[in-house]
Every structure is written in C-alpha cells, then in structure tokens.
C-alpha cells in the first residue's frame, strides 16, 4: 500500500506548491484544493506516481529523467483536465492564455516545470517520503481511504451540482467565494 501513501502525500505537497505559486504571483484565489475536505490536489499525485513508474535506468539519468517525466506528467495533467471538465463539469486550472496550449489543459512552460520538479522530486524529496512511508502503521490504511473516498464522493456531488470550484471553498464566506 505504499503506493497510496506515496499518491496522498504527494497530492497533499503538490496542494502547497500551489498555495506557494499563487501567492508568489499575487492571484486572488490563494487556494487550490481541489477536494471538499483534504487539502491535496490529486494531479500531483498521479504525476509522481507516473514518474515513480518510468523504468529505473530512465530514473537513474537527469538528462533521461527531465523529458520522460515532462512528457509523463503532461499526459497526466492532460487527462486529469479532461476527467474534470467531462465527469465534474469544471475546470481547475487554464492555461489558454500561453502559448501553444493544448485545449487550455497543458502547455510547454509548465511541462518544463513538471520535467525540473521531477528531477527534485526524485532525487531530493523521496528518499524521505519513502522513510515516511514505511513508519506508518498499517491500521492507519482503513481510516484513511475511508476518509479519501468520501472527500471524493462529496467533491463530485458538489462539483456536478455547482459546475464550480469556488463551491470546495466553503470555509470563505458566500461573497469571498464567488469573487475569488
């Protein structure tokens, strides 16, 4: 079950690279979760999943690790964005306004992004995620994917019936949440 762990804890990190980045850039809506109760943004974690399971000599190289992980997670990111838009009726992010978009779904600046961040992923932060895994206690499964699973199954009843992400944001008041 190592892999579950490894797919929260980097959906719960990629939450606070996002909290990082729209603060740095000063945008108004100064959250990203993308779940009702977690604070986690899954593309995250599927991304470093997919990077975990590029094979071990592409892994072992930068030079091979930066474009197989970029074009890994532009895929990854591609088909969350089109899950969303076509199961949730939202979307989380749009990237229509840089150059050579893909739908508005991925670009090549943040596929660049997603090549640089793999490479640090990889080599800087999972030796001690991995550390982290292996000390949680197995009793701790249980709970936890129950708790996943019913964030999930409350994120898609309110995303469907609202069409909109401000909707995840219900600890704002109702005037904040539309505005940001």
Known sequence: MAW?????????????VEVVYVRLRREPKRDRKCRLLLPVCPVYGLGALAI???????REQPLLLFPAAA???????????????RVFRVSFWDYSHLPMNLGGRVCPLF??????LAVV??????????????AIPPWALPPV?????????????VLRRTGDTNALRWYLPPARRRTA
């Open 111 to 116: 596929s660049l992004f997603w090549g640089g």
């Open 52 to 58: 975990l399971l590029l094979p071990e000599t592409v």
């Open 121 to 134: 992923t990889l080599w800087v932060i999972h030796p001690w995620v991995t550390l982290l895994v292996s």
């Open 145 to 157: 994917l129950l708790l996943w699973g019913a964030d999930t199954l409350l994120t898609a009843l």
């Open 4 to 16: 579950f762990w490894y797919f929260l804890f980097y959906s719960f990190l990629g939450f606070l």
């Open 71 to 85: 074009l890994a997670c532009t895929g990854v990111e591609y088909g969350a964005g089109l899950f969303y838009q």
